[in-house]
């Protein structure tokens, strides 16, 4: 009998089959129930998926998923919060957690929320689910370790703690700021060393064993009471699944992530660049969440015209056949562009930073003196010729052989359609600085004799 997994930061993956053999796939996020039940598993189980970032799982995937005849479970984590709500339908919840939800006892989504490192970190957890810190606290009263009222305002703290921040670190520093004293703090922080109550894990575990024992014991395809109606937003999305690359399922991403950084690592320095880059990512997005930051409407289409504008897909035949080739699909890509948006808006309050952590970069790479020498030579040669900021006239160009030189020439591009837009990428201060920073360069190597390509090359910035 075949069974589909979902499963991350929850428990290892290890840990999980020595329990239940079983195709083990990433968390569950949009289409991922409906492109596993196409291959008629026995059953489908849930314990870990994306819904923040990520377009989450819809219910529609899990309703035609069990009129399929699919026995579909949930627990711990989002597959509890999918099983509560779809109980009466006929999908199977397992756990604890599972229950508090279907009984109203917890009603957030937040309460099982965790940040997490990628597949290749093995989903390192960098948060403590609210559910694991609530069944804690309950074990160390029972333990004599607080009381009721200790309880009651750790459960507050770590309530209004923002998700990814939530970790017993963080609230053990909240108490001692808080001022509680008679060494409560300390007996608790001592407790937890061996005390703590991964709640999400346990539920997990018991799902395991339940689907296992219900496999052992033969049973049946599921029937249902509804009938499964066809909408034009399934249909979308049944289109957008079938139709996306081998790459995109869960299984092909793992696959083409690692011998897609392969590749890029055996580029040497490129690989460093895009790492930093990367890097770069990481921090924006989570600085954004953390500071509460979303992406509205207006921000992701602006980011997604501007991407569409530099990578030449204005039709959308061309997005849609880039979207293919970049193994994207329809959700992949508005995540994308949420993160491109709110990467924005962060540059709009950090864009005076940028300058300073730019030149401590260049300084830990080992560019800076060769940059700053290139950059006094160029001033004092300028500034004794009284071109300090030289018109076309003095460089004997016109505007478009300007431009041709130094993108032809120099950069071994195209002219750009759209200067204006170059020269905000690239943090020039509109056209004319881009001008002016141009006609510089070619009075400068003019005045040194030299009209071969000595510019220094200016990179697409990427965020």
């Given amino acids: 009998m075949k069974i589909v997994v979902f499963l991350g930061p929850t428990m290892p993956v290890e840990e999980a089959e020595a329990i239940l053999p079983a195709v083990y796939l990433p968390p569950v996020s949009r289409g991922d129930v409906y492109a596993a039940a196409r291959g008629d598993p026995w059953a489908i189980a849930i314990v870990d998926g994306y819904f923040h970032r ?28 999918r099983a509560a709500e779809l109980a009466r339908f006929g999908m199977i919840g397992v756990g604890r957690v599972f229950e508090a939800f279907r009984d109203a006892a917890l009603e957030d989504d937040d309460e099982v929320a965790v940040a997490h490192g990628p597949a290749d970190a093995g989903y390192l957890s960098g948060s403590e689910a609210m559910v694991n810190i609530r069944a804690t606290l309950r074990a160390a009263r029972s333990a004599g370790v607080i009381d009721a009222a200790f309880e009651e305002w750790l459960v507050g703290a770590a309530k209004t703690t923002f998700y990814p921040q939530r970790t017993w670190e963080r609230l053990l520093e909240d108490c001692r700021e808080a001022g509680f004293g008679g060494g409560r703090c300390a007996r608790l922080e001592t407790w937890l060393l061996d005390g703590r109550v991964d709640r999400k894990r346990l539920d997990a575990i018991e799902m395991l064993h339940c689907i296992a024992a219900d496999r052992d ?12 109606n066809s909408t034009f937003m399934w249909e979308e999305l049944q289109h957008s699944i079938d139709r996306r690359p081998p790459e995109a399922s869960p299984r092909g991403a793992q696959l083409l992530e690692g011998a897609l950084l392969d590749e890029l690592r055996l580029r040497g320095d490129g690989y460093l660049r895009e790492r930093e880059r990367a890097l770069t990512r990481v921090f924006a997005t989570e600085l954004a969440l953390a500071r509460g930051e979303r992406a509205e409407g207006p921000a992701i289409e602006r980011a997604t015209g501007a991407l569409r504008e530099t990578r030449g897909l204005s039709e959308q035949n061309l997005l849609e056949a880039w979207l293919e080739r970049e193994g994207l699909t329809a959700a992949s890509f508005a995540r994308l562009m949420e993160d491109e948006a709110l990467i924005g808006k962060l540059e709009v309050h950090y864009d005076a930073w940028i300058p300073v952590f730019i030149r401590d970069s260049l300084r830990v790479s080992g560019r800076f003196d060769e940059l700053a020498t290139r950059a006094w030579e160029k001033d004092d040669i300028l500034s004794r010729a009284g071109l300090g900021t030289p018109s076309l006239a003095d460089a004997a160009l016109s505007e478009p052989e300007l431009w041709k030189w130094f993108f032809e020439a120099v950069l071994h591009t195209a002219v750009p359609d759209d200067l204006e837009a170059y020269a905000a990428r690239h943090d020039f201060k509109g056209i004319d600085g881009l001008r002016r920073a141009v006609l510089r360069e070619f009075i400068y190597l003019r005045k040194l004799g030299r009209r071969e390509r000595r510019a220094v090359p200016l990179e697409a910035r990427s965020g």
Avoid: C, D, N
């Fill in 217 to 228: 014991s033969r049973q049946t395809p599921i029937e249902v009471a509804y009938r499964f």
């Fill in 54 to 81: 990520t377009p989450s799982v819809l219910h529609k995937e899990i309703l035609w998923a069990m009129s399929r005849g699919i026995r579909v479970y949930g627990a711990s984590s989002l597959g509890a919060l």
